[in-house]
């Protein structure tokens, strides 16, 4: 009995399937918007030295990058509960996703803040910019410009690394083909199709992101 | 069946020398094949250059846990015997694979173009030039890039868990439910990641950082 | 380069047709001299892990049961339930001994033996909460193993509004029952006993029973010759009391008359 390939089953489940992506995206962006933002904050405490934040965003960048994602997502939803720090698996892995990110995009704009040359900053105050003026003309704006491309490069591996959210309930991609292979019993099938999917996704989000940062991040002036 | 604090770091390291020895085998056998990678990707025959891009593409543009279920279903599929190890090590190795070529290729495109053309005047073949004029110089800044990319091997042999691969995250699993104790069984296996990643990440950054310092 | 396509394909089709297509497993499995059988690890007392992370429990005697009586070696393949039928139609292992109950929807891709073991599938919370029938379990948050009988029983029964949590394995499901990630479980009730002593804030008291499912061995479709020598293995142990001792000793209780 050669096997037989049989796709029908998969594509019955379409709607699921598509669903899971939906969430899988909402998780992405989820991640995205409070990462970058948490590495915004991040990156300026490290590079300007903000005593005593930097040493503890020192020990979070270090700690996050040196373990596993999978790791942390299980620590916060089954270990940290014995703490009383109690979560539903959506919190559990929004944390966990702008946790992640966090850490990698505050080393990424740390890298853009100090690659700021000293006479911009200089030539700011020379035209009497206001600190808050400078900060985002003069200091984030060329940052974030150029690190643009790793910072995407990271959002997509977060939005790949999300897969493994499926272990903790959350029904996103990765759970809806789990869900709708332990029902058909067509595993190879099921994950191939989704596979598809996350490629389709990820180079979707590779071209939306190099659209913002044509338009709203390298905008000149 | 009660457990100490012994029995359980004891079953975590067990578990850690698993996930040693697959990051190992997917970091050398990844690197290999990578390095066949660059070549294809650099090639002047166009429908290899493609095919290698699509690879690339490929395993990046999709979730590692993926690559695993399909490698371990899939394979078995077309007749082959693959077990959770087996399937665990070739998909590890293809995805490192896949970012180790395109962290060098990255590195090659850095060396001047004019290396290219005066070692082409010196009647060299492509291969040639690779081997004595470009890697030699490209190898000098893809150390520190390619040990900083080993921590994320590391960190990616915790999803062959999934498949049932018992190392340091999967034996975390069967821990902490054997002993009701997740908060501590988790804490451990992340040290035990720390560990092993911690002094990667520590080298890598030196590397740059002497790179850097070479080339002011 | 497309050209290449039907070399590969053909090839493909070769290897497939390599695959055990005239196969009489049994036969493959006394050739080897070993049988391989998917067992869970993660459901106490059918299969769970000692401080030295082998497997134990019901499951694994009836395992070791099958492969003695075949005068085999015995290999033992821990599963989930979420993996284990994809590990026997994917030629993994050569049986499924994993506390495997039968559904309409299994039947049609894999058969079963007679069964070897009782098994009481139901949801169960802590002692205090008022919990009698399915309808009760509206706006709960109940935790089950996605892919079990409980899950398809679960699904069925409660309403509509009822918060089903799905996890991969019973470690997760269990885990996060007793870390109060989910308010109530639907599992079986052998496992649930096995939990309690363990765990006396949440020990989980069966509040509602979704279904009577024995467990079942699972194999691959057609292997006829399998199978028979399976049921006959499971026969001769039923009534020389040898199924009832392994039923007393893991589930503290005989084996039911009517099995």
Redesign the interface.
């Known amino acids: 009995m050669a096997y037989q390939f049989d796709f029908q089953p998969v594509f019955a489940q379409g709607d699921r399937l598509l669903q899971g992506a939906l969430f899988t995206l909402e998780l992405t962006a989820l991640g995205m918007l409070f990462g970058i933002g948490l590495g915004i904050v991040g990156a300026v405490v490290r590079a300007w030295r903000i005593k005593p934040f930097d040493m503890l965003f020192g020990v979070y960048v270090e700690l996050i990058r040196n373990t596993p994602f999978i790791v942390q997502l299980f620590f916060i939803f089954f270990g940290l509960p014995a703490l009383g720090l109690r979560m539903n698996e959506w919190q559990a892995g929004a944390l966990a996703m702008v946790i992640n990110l966090g850490a990698y995009s505050t080393e990424i704009i740390r890298a853009g803040i100090e690659a700021v040359p000293r006479s911009q900053l200089e030539a700011a105050a020379a035209l009497a910019m206001s600190r808050m003026e400078t900060f985002r003309h003069v200091v984030l704006r060329p940052a974030l410009a150029s690190v643009w491309p790793a910072l995407s490069s990271q959002v997509v591996i977060v939005m790949l690394g999300s897969a493994v959210c499926s272990q903790i309930s959350i029904e996103e991609l990765t759970f809806a083909a789990n869900f709708i292979q332990s029902r058909n019993f067509r595993a190879f099938e099921t994950y191939l199709v989704t596979t598809l999917l996350y490629l389709v996704m990820a180079i979707l989000i590779r071209q939306l992101l190099a659209w913002i940062g044509q338009r709203f991040v390298m905008r000149r002036r | 069946m009660d457990f100490t604090l012994w029995d359980i770091v004891r079953n975590l390291l067990t578990g850690l020398q698993w996930t040693l020895l697959l990051s190992l085998v997917a970091f050398i056998c990844g690197g290999m094949a990578g390095l066949a990678l660059v070549f294809a990707r650099l090639s002047p025959i166009q429908p290899l250059r493609i095919a290698a891009r699509l690879y690339i593409e490929l395993f990046q543009g999709t979730p590692l846990l993926m690559q695993l279920f399909l490698m371990f279903f899939g394979l078995s599929l077309l007749g082959l015997e693959v077990s959770a190890w087996f399937a665990a090590a070739l998909a590890l190795t293809l995805f490192t694979s896949a970012f180790l070529a395109e962290i060098w290729r990255g590195c090659v495109e850095a060396i001047p173009q004019g290396q290219w053309e005066a070692s082409s005047s010196l009647a060299m073949t492509r291969f040639e030039q690779m081997r004595h004029v470009i890697l030699p110089q490209a190898l000098r800044i893809a150390v520190a890039p390619t040990v900083g990319f080993s921590v994320q091997v590391v960190k990616g042999t915790a999803v062959t868990s999934i498949i049932g691969f018992t190392e340091l995250t999967k034996t975390g699993g069967m821990l902490a439910n054997a002993t009701f104790k997740p908060f501590l069984v988790y804490g451990l296996v992340a040290l035990g990641y720390f560990v092993l990643c911690y002094p990667l990440s520590f080298a890598a950054r030196r590397l740059e950082r002497r790179l850097n310092a070479t080339a002011a | 380069?497309f050209k290449r396509w039907p070399i590969f394909l053909t090839l493909?089709a070769g290897?497939?047709?390599?695959?055990?297509?005239q196969?009489d497993q049994l036969a493959d499995i006394q050739e080897r001299g070993t049988i391989r059988i998917a067992v869970p690890?993660?459901f106490p007392p059918f299969g769970?892990?000692?401080?030295d992370?082998k497997p134990r429990g019901l499951d694994i005697d009836t395992a070791h049961l099958i492969a003695d009586k075949l005068g085999t070696t015995l290999v033992l393949v821990?599963?989930?339930s979420?993996?284990r039928?994809?590990f026997l139609?994917?030629?993994?292992v050569d049986l499924v001994i994993s506390s495997l109950g039968k559904s309409a929807?299994?039947e049609m891709?894999i058969d079963f033996s007679k069964p070897y073991a009782p098994f009481f599938l139901g949801v169960f919370g802590p002692k205090d909460m008022k919990i009698s029938a399915p309808a009760d379990l509206s706006g709960k948050v109940i935790?089950v193993t996605?892919?079990g009988i409980e899950?398809i029983e679960l699904s069925k029964q409660a309403p509509e509004d009822a918060n089903i949590?799905?996890?991969?394995?019973n470690?997760?499901t269990?885990?996060?029952y007793?870390?109060?990630?989910t308010e109530l479980i639907a599992s079986g009730s052998s496992v649930m006993a096995a939990i309690a002593d363990?765990?006396p804030e949440r020990t989980p008291v069966m509040k509602i029973t979704l279904k009577n499912s024995p467990n079942f061995v699972g194999l691959n479709?057609?292997e006829t010759a399998l199978k028979d020598r399976v049921n006959a293995i499971i026969d001769t142990a039923r009534t020389d009391g040898t199924l009832n001792g392994v039923s007393q000793r893991w589930l503290g209780q005989p084996l039911p008359a009517d099995m």
């Open positions: 380069m493909t290897l497939m047709a390599q695959l055990p297509a196969a690890q993660d769970s892990v000692g401080p992370l821990p599963v989930t979420t993996n039928i994809p139609t994917t030629g993994k929807e299994r891709v935790g996605r892919g899950d949590k799905r996890f991969e394995d470690n997760a269990i885990a996060a007793l870390a109060g990630q363990k765990n479709k057609g």
